[in-house]
């Protein structure tokens, strides 16, 4: 519930962001890389058929300013 923040910019606040802001939600600004896409899809249910449903699709995103982050 709480507001978003800005995404820091200091090399050592990014590094511990995710153990000290697990769940915080934070506000970032660039584009996503869709060139760069993959999509995990569940390899087989219990009975080795590959007949489950859904995947995940996971994107990279780069944020404005900082080519070289990349989230």
């Not at 990014?14 to 584009?31: C, D, K, Q």
């Not at 890389?33 to 009975?47: G, M, P, Y």
């Given at each position: 519930?709480?507001?978003?923040?800005?995404?820091?910019?200091?090399?050592?606040?990014?590094?511990?962001?995710?153990?000290?802001?697990?769940?915080?939600?934070?506000?970032?600004?660039?584009?996503?890389?869709?060139?760069?896409?993959?999509?995990?899809?569940?390899?087989?249910?219990?009975?080795?058929?590959?007949?489950?449903?859904?995947?995940?699709?996971?994107?990279?995103?780069?944020?404005s300013g900082r080519p070289d982050l990349i989230?």
């Open positions: 519930r709480s507001e978003p923040l800005e995404l820091p910019t200091d090399p050592q606040e990014l590094a511990n962001i995710t153990s000290e802001n697990e769940f915080r939600p934070f506000r970032v600004r660039g584009h996503f890389l869709h060139s760069r896409e993959v999509l995990l899809t569940i390899r087989h249910d219990q009975l080795g058929r590959n007949t489950l449903p859904g995947a995940w699709v996971i994107t990279p995103f780069v944020v989230i």
